[in-house]
C-alpha cells in the first residue's frame, strides 16, 4: 500500500491502488467522452480525469471499482488532481478490497454511541428525551454507519456519528460557560439535526442522494419524524415544537437551505456549532497535507479560500 494521497504533494509521482468512489461521464471540447473520477483511499480523495474514455473505459472503471494507478500528482486552477499516465483494473491477484480504502472515523461506532447515549441519560425533560432516545434507536445501524455529506465534510464512514459527537462537546463547553443554555433542547437537537441523512442518502461508499432526499431533504424528513414520534409515544407539549423549529432552522439562512431562521437561542447555538465543527473538518482536510509555510488547495464551500499553514507549525507529537 502507498503512504496515503493526502500525503503526497505536488510534483510527487503516484503508484497506487485506489478505490473509485464516483465515475461521471462527460464530453470534451473536442466531442470525444471522457470520465470525472474520484478516487479514495483511507486518506483522502483524489479527482483525475480519464480522456478518451471507451465504451470498455466505462464498464472497467466504474463506481465502487478497485484500480491500479501511475501517475503524477498535479496543481489545476489551485486544487490538487491526479494525471494519469497508466490506469488498470485491479484482480484478485492484487490482494486488495474494498474496506482498504475506505475512510472512517477516528472513534469506533461503539464508542460513538457510548458517549451520545450519556448526554441523552443526562437529559431531566422526559418528553426531550424519550423523543431523542425513540430516534436514535430506530436509526442506530444507519446513524452509526452513515457519512454526513456527499463532500466537503464529514464524508467518510461513521462520520454523521463523528460529527454529531464533535458537536456535543462543543454544546457541553458552551453550556458550561453560559449556564442559561437548556442543555436538553440543545443536545437533542445535535443528536437529531441530521439524522434524516440517513434516509437522503444511500449510504457511506458511493454515497449518493436518494429519490427522498432529492425531493423531501434531511431537514424535512427529522421534522416529520420529530412529529411522528410524538404521536407513537404519546407526547403533547411544545417541547415537540420547539425541536422541530431547532432542526428546522439549523442551516441558518434561507439561501443556506434553511426553512426557518433560528429565533430560539438553542436553535442560534446548533447552527453556529454546526457550521463551526463543519468548517474545521474542512480546514483539517485542506491543510493536513499541506507542509509548513505553504497554503493548502482551494476549499470550494469555504469562498474558494486557500489555507495557510504558518511557517512556525509544529505537527502534533503522537502519543
Known amino acids: 500500500m502507498s503512504k496515503g494521497i493526502r500525503n503526497y504533494q505536488v510534483g510527487e509521482k503516484v503508484e497506487s491502488y485506489f478505490l473509485i468512489k464516483s465515475a461521471t461521464k462527460s464530453i470534451a471540447s473536442n466531442s470525444k467522452p471522457f470520465l470525472t473520477l474520484i478516487l479514495s483511499d483511507k486518506t483522502g480523495d483524489i479527482e483525475t480525469k480519464l480522456w478518451g474514455a471507451s465504451p470498455e473505459d466505462e464498464a472497467s472503471f466504474a463506481s465502487r471499482s478497485l484500480i491500479y494507478v501511475q501517475g503524477d500528482l498535479i496543481d489545476y486552477r489551485g486544487r490538487n488532481q491526479l494525471k494519469i499516465s497508466s ?25 460513538m454511541l457510548e458517549e451520545i447515549t450519556q448526554y441523552i441519560f443526562e437529559m431531566k425533560n422526559p418528553n426531550i428525551q424519550r423523543i431523542t432516545r425513540h430516534l436514535l434507536k430506530k436509526h442506530q445501524q444507519e446513524f452509526l454507519e452513515s457519512p454526513a455529506a456527499t463532500r466537503n465534510h464529514h464524508e467518510f464512514v461513521s462520520g454523521l456519528a463523528f460529527h454529531v459527537v464533535s458537536m456535543l462537546r462543543l454544546a457541553k463547553s458552551l453550556s458550561e460557560l453560559y449556564p442559561t443554555l437548556d442543555t436538553d433542547l440543545l443536545y437533542s437537537g ?34 416529520n419524524e420529530i412529529d411522528a414520534a410524538a404521536r407513537e409515544l404519546k407526547i403533547e407539549g411544545e417541547e415537540v415544537t420547539v425541536l422541530q423549529h431547532l432542526v428546522l432552522s ?16 438553542e436553535a442560534e447555538v446548533l447552527h ?21 509555510g505553504a497554503f493548502s488547495e482551494r476549499v470550494m464551500p469555504l469562498e474558494n479560500r486557500s489555507f495557510y499553514k504558518p511557517a512556525f507549525h509544529e505537527p502534533p507529537i503522537e502519543m
Do not use: C, Q
Request: proline share 6%; charged share 25%.
Open 190 to 223: 445535535v443528536i437529531l439535526h441530521d439524522l434524516g441523512k440517513v434516509r437522503e442518502l444511500s449510504g457511506p461508499i458511493d454515497t449518493s442522494y436518494t429519490i427522498e432526499g432529492k425531493l423531501l431533504g434531511h431537514i424535512s424528513i427529522i421534522s
Open 87 to 111: 490506469i488498470r483494473p485491479a484482480t484478485a491477484l492484487d490482494n486488495v478490497k474494498i474496506g482498504d480504502f475506505v475512510r472512517s472515523a477516528p472513534i469506533s461506532a461503539e464508542d
Open 272 to 292: 453556529l456549532i454546526d457550521n463551526v465543527d463543519a468548517k474545521i473538518n474542512m480546514m483539517d482536510r485542506a491543510l493536513d497535507r499541506v507542509l509548513p
Open 250 to 265: 439549523h442551516h441558518g439562512k434561507g439561501e443556506w437551505g434553511s426553512p426557518k431562521v433560528p429565533v430560539i437561542r
